[in-house]
């Protein structure tokens, strides 16, 4: 059962008069969110389904690091999306999007996107995105989208607090994780469904919540350059002595202003 202060928010939202889509399911406790959610969707889980979590004892992110998930010091959840485009290239740019809006509509915090999938103030990381394809190509193909959101400043492990940054921290007030996940998975839900008609206004989206997308130094692999901007497939350009280099995927090291 959904603890009381995620139950309210989500009872609360309304989608046109109905109740919400989304099937939230929740658990004090899990490995990852991100297997929670892939074992439901092998078992047939349909969109919408969401997994949450109070702690993860193996939180993941992106490229095999640990996603720190101490009890209630963060929101942790994976989201079932059942795409029906081929191109999936987009997908975690719209989860971005929808992050970023759903924690403005809940806190009035303005944060930026970093490429592909980092929601950071200044040059701190407050929340990331992870996704994990199930059967892609397939008319079976599932998306899970995982997101952590950093609420509580203290619990975090020392090298993760150096580079992170959390809405409590950033706000000096308690937030309500219920409103918070209620805001998110309304946004998602919203973008999700704008991705298939209108992937224009994604993108335009991403692009105005990214300053750092344009005008920024970059290296990887060796190579270093001047970001410009990222294309219609989602693809980060980077301006270089060679030409424009186009990035699809990889780890990046950024030079952020402050
Ligand atoms: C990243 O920025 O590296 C992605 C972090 C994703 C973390 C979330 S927390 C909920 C879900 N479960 C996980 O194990 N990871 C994602």
Do not use: C
């Not at 009890?71 to 992050?99: M, N």
């Not at 060796?222 to 270089?240: M, N, S």
């Amino acid at each position: 059962m959904l603890p009381d202060d995620l139950a309210v928010h989500l009872r609360a939202a309304r989608f046109g008069g109905q109740a919400a889509p989304f099937d939230v399911r929740w658990l004090p406790s899990a490995t990852s969110t991100m297997d929670e959610a892939s074992r439901l969707a092998h078992e047939g889980a349909p969109h919408g389904v969401v997994v949450v979590a109070d702690e993860q004892t193996s939180g993941r992110g992106r490229r095999g690091t640990i996603w720190a998930s101490p009890p209630g010091a963060g929101l942790y959840f994976s989201f079932i999306a059942r795409p029906s485009l081929p191109e999936l290239s987009l997908l975690t740019l719209t989860a971005g999007v929808a992050v970023r809006e759903g924690i403005a509509a809940a806190t009035g915090l303005a944060v930026d996107l970093k490429w592909p999938n980092d929601l950071i103030i200044g040059r701190r990381k407050l929340a990331g995105i992870l996704a994990e394809g199930i059967a892609i190509g397939s008319r079976d193909q599932v998306v899970i989208i995982g997101v952590g959101v950093n609420v509580q400043p203290a619990a975090y492990p020392p090298e993760v607090a150096a580079r992170a940054t959390s809405l409590e921290g950033e706000l000096t007030r308690a937030i309500d994780r219920g409103l918070l996940l209620s805001r998110i998975l309304i946004a998602l839900w919203d973008r999700l469904a704008m991705l298939d008609q209108r992937p224009g206004d994604i993108l335009q989206a991403w692009r105005a919540a990214s300053p750092n997308a344009s005008g920024t130094r970059v290296e990887w692999d060796g190579k270093h350059g001047t970001t410009a901007g990222i294309d219609d497939r989602g693809a980060l350009l980077v301006r270089t002595d060679a030409g424009v280099e186009r990035i699809i995927a990889g780890e990046l090291n950024w030079h952020l202003g402050t």
